[in-house]
């Protein structure tokens, strides 16, 4: 599929391309999802279908497309048989990043982070913070996250709504809503907007 060229780093073109081959899978390239980057789904008659979305920098782009592609091969081999995210699945991805797990393909930072992902893969990769800020680090459109503000300013969440940050617990930002005095936990990678 030479359209993911423009998507992923140089020379992954070829390996991706051999594994839509083998598994006959459909690539769609789908806007922009905030709960997903990427999804593999079983298509009526039998075909299967994953999407990733376009907005994403090309190393957060090559990580999501091995990580649906692992299912894919998951499912080509076990079908209902393996967990989602389970043993097989691990395995599989971590097998296929092997092919990318160089300083040809990621920066430093990144194939650091990635390193320690590896190790026992998460069922998102959004869910490894480390691994989320490096990769983050590429985006052309950085955008504010909490984790760049300091305690006590105020910000708009993507609901709207505007809190102040109160301070950090273990690993999530203790904010309260301006108005409803309420208190809410973030995500230390939740985007924000910075309130004037």
């Known amino acids: 599929m030479k359209e993911l060229e423009n998507y992923i780093p140089d020379g992954t073109l070829t390996q991706i391309n051999n594994w839509i081959e083998e598994l006959g899978v459909v690539i769609k390239i789908s806007k922009e999802r905030r709960t997903k980057l990427g999804d593999f789904r079983l298509l009526k008659g039998g075909g299967h279908q994953i999407s990733v979305n376009y907005n994403l920098n ?110 950090k617990m273990r690993k999530r930002y203790k904010c309260q809503e301006i108005g409803t005095e309420k208190i809410y936990l973030f995500n230390p990678l939740a985007e924000i907007e910075l309130s004037s």
């Open 58 to 167: 090309k190393y957060a782009f090559l990580i999501t497309i091995t990580h649906e592609l692992a299912h894919a091969f998951v499912w080509k081999k076990y079908k209902e048989k393996a967990m989602p995210h389970g043993e097989k699945w691990k395995n599989t991805f971590k097998g296929m990043m092997l092919n990318f797990l160089n300083p040809a393909v990621f920066p430093d930072d990144i194939l650091k982070a990635l390193s320690k992902h590896l190790i026992n893969p998460k069922a998102s990769s959004l869910s490894d913070m480390n691994l989320t800020q490096a990769v983050r680090n590429y985006d052309k459109d950085k955008k504010n996250t909490i984790s760049d503000i300091m305690d006590g300013a105020t910000f708009i969440a993507q609901n709207g709504k505007i809190f102040i940050k109160l301070g």
